[in-house]
């Protein structure tokens, strides 16, 4: 049966991710697998055919995700189970225990849910998130609609928008004069807009902070 990484992906709580470099599959049996193929051999492992295919249960994948993947993948998975209406956190911690691998990374994960991960667009979305909750940012509104235009964070007290401008969307001439509309938009209904990029959110993250601060402070 699919597994690990290969079945959450499977189950739609993650999109293709680069650390599925390998498919990775569970088996009661004691066998060596094929290049590019991962076997975890397991005894007593519940299975669900989804999509046409043997798979893991989804409280079992996401222990399993717990045990090989990083904690963003894990905690994205969490807030996609949980924007589903699917997140049952009294199953998974009935899965977990003492020596079972992933117990401890997904209680972890589970204290520190984040359902707003759900609604990040893209990994710069994402770690955007992580940024704000590292310096006690307030959490914005995420992929929103404000006066027709879909922003990437949104602080309606503040009347504050922070657009993350990634490569791929933001660098042709159309997509440049696009930004440039939205942004006289917003503009027009008295919003303040700021834009940040990958480079400042990694490189100068305290420096961002006291930016998006001094625009939280003088807009409440």
């Known amino acids: 049966m699919l597994s690990h990484v290969t079945a959450t992906w499977w189950h739609g709580l993650l999109d293709f991710p680069a650390a599925l470099r ?9 066998i060596q697998g094929p290049a ?20 893991t249960t989804v409280t079992q994948t996401v222990l399993d995700l717990a045990a090989v993947a990083d904690s963003r993948l894990l905690r994205r998975a969490l807030a996609n189970l949980d924007y589903r209406g699917i ?15 992933g117990s401890a990374h997904l209680g972890w994960a589970l204290r520190e849910h984040q359902p707003l991960l759900a609604r990040a667009n893209g990994r710069l979305e994402e770690d955007f998130l ?4 590292r310096f006690q940012v307030p959490l914005p509104r995420v992929n929103v609609r404000v006066h027709g235009v879909l922003v990437d964070a949104y602080w309606p007290a503040a009347r504050l928008v922070v657009e993350l401008d990634g ?10 004069r696009r930004d440039k509309r939205n942004e006289l938009t917003l503009r027009e209904h008295g919003l303040v807009v700021v834009r940040y ?10 420096r961002m902070y006291r930016d998006l601060t001094s625009h939280l402070r003088r807009t409440l």
Do not use: K
Not at 88 to 101: H, K, Q, S, T, Y
Not at 130 to 133: K, V
Not at 167 to 176: D, E, F, G, I, W
């Open 197 to 206: 990029d990958w480079a400042l959110l990694h490189r100068e993250p305290a």
């Open 36 to 55: 590019g193929i991962q076997v975890f051999s397991r005894r007593h492992l519940d299975r669900r055919l989804h999509r046409g295919l043997p798979v």
């Open 167 to 176: 490569v791929a969307n933001h660098s042709s001439p159309a997509q440049l």
């Open 130 to 133: 992580a940024w704000c909750e």
């Open 22 to 30: 390998v498919v990775q599959v569970s088996t009661p049996r004691q």
């Open 87 to 101: 997140l049952d956190v009294e199953a998974l911690n009935a899965l977990c225990g003492r020596g079972i691998p």
